[in-house]
Structure formats: structure tokens, C-alpha cells
């Protein structure tokens, strides 16, 4: 006998059959269930289900259509139904890659405003507890958290679940899942869901006392056999392959290819998917890879990233706010921040993360807790900058300098202050000029114009906006949160007074 979930078919939200019978023989995961979901345009799905312990089997169903959905079980157990998917003005959907940026399947923009707690599902009760607090108050919308247990520096904890039984001779038995482990990651998901916070769920990755590293392949699939099963009808998940894939030594990039293959392959809702690097960028390029999740702090590149695989690009480690012995996990709040404003006025998105030492090894980035940061806020109001803006920022190379290089060689060009300096650069060697990453620039069409100085400390700027439509300049302190207007209306190359510190934000909003 069928039952369904507890509440009606509403689009964007995760719907169930539940299914009593008994324990399946052999494994638990490779069971003879699924259904087929057909919508009234005849547009179907066909899903997984999968035991769920305590005699129980699931099927789970993301709609995004409303109107009529007729269903068919097959397997163990036969039988079909239909119901009414009701709209749901509170669903969202799943998050998409769109262009370069992201959008929810209702067609509203995500900026992702992420934060990194890797072992969040391997902490006690309490930790937790304090963890999700911190998070109420904290402006991330992203969490990357590991679904395997996590053995580094300040992280030596033993967790109290496992993703799987064992077998008499201890290695994992990837065919008998821990159903109270199972349980306990899905609460965490949905809690984070419903403060709208999206879960980057890392697969896999290598550091691990405990061996799930170096399962064989046909265990990995297995494991994602019943993680895609049970988890991909859920709208707030992203598959992460793997945190710093690269040294993940006991896997070929050929088993990377099969296991990028296989999780595309059997999420029929088509969750945002990428991989983490250490020292290699991995190919984002593949059909696949939705969009770019890079470790690194090179900012300056994010307009070379966007033209060369033309997705979304995501920050998702570019070092931590902290002060332990590491150099990723030193740099000060400031810089932080800062490393926030140089990728999202570009066009990119940037993600958090905390390493202040303590001694009881309580570290945000690995554990969770309290966060103790200056950064945080600073994020909060550069969320609220960025989300309040008219569409989404693109790459801007402010024009001044396009103009200088055309005028190379030209009679013109003895006019020009400094020309003697800038002409005398080929093209091809900006790449090597110490104040290449010194600008931070990004626009959306010709309604707003933003630029990051970063380090640079002017007391003197100049900016060159289009004379077709009138602008209000506004200069950002990023440290202090504070917003002051320099002029009700300009355009063309203005001459602007600054502050002559770090920090500042330009920024030119068209008001005709």
C-alpha cells in the first residue's frame, strides 16, 4: 500500500510516496523501485525510489509544473495514481546556471554569498546547535559542508554516525547504508534550506583517517547510487565532486570523468555540479560542469575565466580570515572582504571562510561554532549592495585604458599624460604590469558602473562614464559600510576626490 507524504503536491517542493515492506534481501540500495511522473503536457520524469530502514521505502519527486501529475510505480510494488500540483508561492526551485550567473527555476536571481564548514554533519548535538545559530545571524546563503567525516589540522573528532555499515572485516559496506547517518545529513539540508542557505555538498575528498578515499570505484558508484536516490529531489543541493579533487591520489581522472558521468546521469533535475581544485583547475570546460569552483586568490582573473567557459565563476576558497600557522587560513578580515568586492563587482561570486585558532579545535571552517570575524558584516552589506543592483554585474575594463593603447604611435598621443610610459607597452606584456590587478571593474549595460580600487589609495580618480545618459557617483568605504554621494549627475570623464585610503568602491547608477 502507497501512501503519500504529508502534505499535497506543491511545485518546487519535495514530493513522497512512502511505501511499508519489508527489509530488501541482499542490498540495500540496489532496489527494484521507481516511478514514473507525467505532467499534462506529457512531459515525464522517471525516479528512484529507495529503503529508507524501519521496514520503510520512499519515492521522491520534485515537480515544477502545476496542474495534473499522474504517477506509476513498478518494481516491488505496482500501483498509480495522480494528483494536483498546487502553485507555491514560496517555492523557489532549484538554482541554475544561467548565462554566467545563477537564476532559481522561478526565474529569480541567486548571488551566491557563500560560507565554508566542511565537517558541519560530523559535530555533536550542541556544536551544531551553535553552528546553525551563528548562521541565523551570518548573511550566507551557501554552505559547502563534506558528506564523508573529515581528519586535518584542528579537526580530529570522531563523528557519531557513519555513511555506511561495516563488514566483519571493517572495511565499509557501501551496500548497507547507516540509516541514522542518512537521516541525520538530511535534516541538516532541509534546516539549512528553510533559512535559505544552499548546501554544496562535498562527495568526496582526501583527508580521511577512515578510508572512504580509497573505496573501489564500483563501491563509489554504490554510494552515489543510493545518494542520488534519496537526496536529488531535494531543490537546495549542489554536487561538489570533491573538495581539492587533485589529491584524492587513489582516484585517475579517468574515475573522475566516470564519476562526474554517473552523478549527471542519474540526477534527473539537474543540480548545479562542478569540482574543487588544490593545484590544478579542473576542466570546467566538460558538458557537464555548470560552473567554475576554483582555490584561488588570483581576483584579477575572473574576466579571463568568464571568456574562456563562459558559466558562472565561484571563488569557493581564496584563503580564510584567521590566524593560524597555514598560509590559506591568515589573511586579516580586510582582506577578506576585500577579496569579496574584487570578484563580485566583476561579475563572480566569492565564498567565506574562518580559521582563528583555539584550543579546543573549534575552527569555523572545518567545525563550525561561533563566528568570531570582522568579516562577516562586511559581507552582509556587500550582499545587500550587490542584490539590490538592477541585473547582474559583467566585467568592465574601464575605457581609458582601450583608448591609450589605440592611440599608440599616433600623433595624439603626445597629449595624453603619461602616454610616454603607457605606449611604450605592447599588449601582449600587460599581463606582467605590477598594477594590472590594481582595479576592480564591473557594469550592468550602461545603467551602473562600479569600480573596486582595492589597495590603491587615491585621492584623485578619474571616471569615464558614457556622455548618453547622466549618472549619480557614489563612493563605498567597504570597512566602514558607509555610502556618500560625490554628484547628483554626471557623465563623460569625471574627476573624482576620493579618500585616499584602501577599500573604496566607485559606483555610477544611470538616473535618466
Known sequence: ??????????????????????????????VDLAAEFTYENGESVRVKGFYAGADTYKIRFLPVQT??????????????????????????GIV??????????????????GTTVYALGHQDK????????????????????????????????????????????????????????????????????????????????PYDRWKFSEMSMEDNLTYLDYLLRRFAA???????????YDLCFAKTMEDWHTIEQYVHD????????????????YDFSRENITHCCLQTAAMHRVDEFI??????????????????QHSWGNISGFEMASRFWKGCVQGAYVTHGETFYSEDEVL???????LKGESPKRIAYLRKFIEELPGALEPWDAPWMIQVLAMKDSEEAKNVPVVGLICSVDPVDLEDMAWKDAQFGGHIGEQVYVKYLGSQTCRLFFFNLPETHKYKIEVIDIWEMARTTLFEEASGNTRCMLPGKEGIAVVATAID
Open 266 to 281: 542519474n540526477d534527473q533535475y539537474g543540480h548545479l555540479l562542478s569540482n574543487h581544485n588544490c593545484f590544478k583547475f
Open 126 to 205: 550542541a556544536l551544531i546547535e551553535e553552528t546553525f545559530a551563528s548562521l541565523a545571524e551570518a548573511p550566507f546563503n551557501k554552505v559547502r559542508h563534506c558528506m564523508f567525516p573529515k581528519h586535518y589540522d584542528y579537526n580530529h573528532n570522531e563523528p557519531e554516525y557513519y555513511a555506511f555499515e561495516k563488514k566483519e572485516d571493517g572495511s565499509w559496506d557501501v551496500n548497507h547504508p547507516c540509516f541514522a547517518y542518512w537521516d541525520h545529513m538530511e535534516e541538516l539540508i532541509h534546516r539549512l534550506g528553510a533559512m535559505g542557505i544552499q548546501s554544496d555538498l562535498i562527495l568526496f575528498h
Open 307 to 324: 571568456k574562456k567557459y563562459n558559466k558562472p565563476v565561484v571563488y569557493d576558497e581564496c584563503c580564510y580570515e584567521g590566524d593560524i
Open 234 to 244: 531535494i531543490p537546495y543541493i549542489w554536487w561538489s565532486l570533491a573538495n581539492e
Open 67 to 92: 496542474g495534473k501529475v499522474s504517477w506509476k510505480v513498478t518494481g516491488i510494488v505496482q500501483e498509480a495514481g495522480e494528483e494536483v500540483c498546487e502553485a507555491n508561492p514560496s517555492g523557489k
Open 96 to 113: 541554475k546556471a544561467v548565462g554566467t550567473h545563477f537564476e532559481y527555476q522561478n526565474g529569480e536571481r541567486f548571488s551566491p554569498f
Open 364 to 370: 569555523w571552517w572545518a567545525r563550525g561554532g561561533k
Open 1 to 30: 500500500m502507497i501512501e503519500k507524504g504529508k502534505t499535497n503536491m506543491k511545485q518546487y517542493e519535495v514530493f513522497e510516496l512512502v511505501i511499508s515492506g519489508e527489509r530488501p534481501v541482499g542490498s540495500d540500495v540496489a
